[in-house]
């Protein structure tokens, strides 16, 4: 499978997600992803490359969606009972948005955000900087005088530390080597199983242990 089938399917196995919707681009090098989108009978849309949130906001009006449950393809060891988790804070308290990254506990590569789509749209609105424009919630999250804001935790240590997400060669490797090594790969398997083959194979961890996490957010700040 691709790293976005893998991604579809495990947020398919969520408890509260009723529509996968993939919001891509409209360069042609992205055909692969619309075809993908076709051969899964999923709802897709294209928009700006730079300008992410207008193509967000766009995918949310065309699908009328009222409430968001963002996750990344770069994350293909997402773990639904993680995302349960995140839309549970949301759904119990009167939020515009929850995530896991304001403040991560968890490994990079589990990240899950949700959202209203009037927060969105107030978003799309309002926010001028490229980084903001580029990074869909970062307008949202800069705002808790604006938006209704909750961080949800890991019970048990802090793992933020590690990187279990996909940017780079290395970070491929380093999952490949997780698939490779967890007893049930074809059925979802869960962050616990992850962290027994680290446990087991520590050496793994040092495999991608030197590129930062949200790299590509602190170069659209600089700029």
Known sequence: ATLLGHLVKRIKATTYVNDVIIATTVNKRDDAIVEFAGNNNLNFYRGSEEDVLDRFYNTCVEFNVDTIVRVTPDCPLLDPKVVDLVVSAYRAGNYDYVSNVIKPTFPDGLDTEVFSFQSLKKAWHEAKLPSEREHITAYIVKHPDKFRIFNVKRDGEDISWMRWTVDTKKDFEFVKEIF????????????????????????????????????????????
């Open 180 to 223: 490779s090594n967890i007893s049930n790969k074809e059925d979802i398997f869960f962050l616990e199983d992850v962290l027994d083959v680290l446990h087991r194979k520590p050496e793994l961890l040092k495999m991608n242990a030197d590129i930062m996490r949200n790299e590509g957010y602190l170069k659209s700040l600089q700029k």
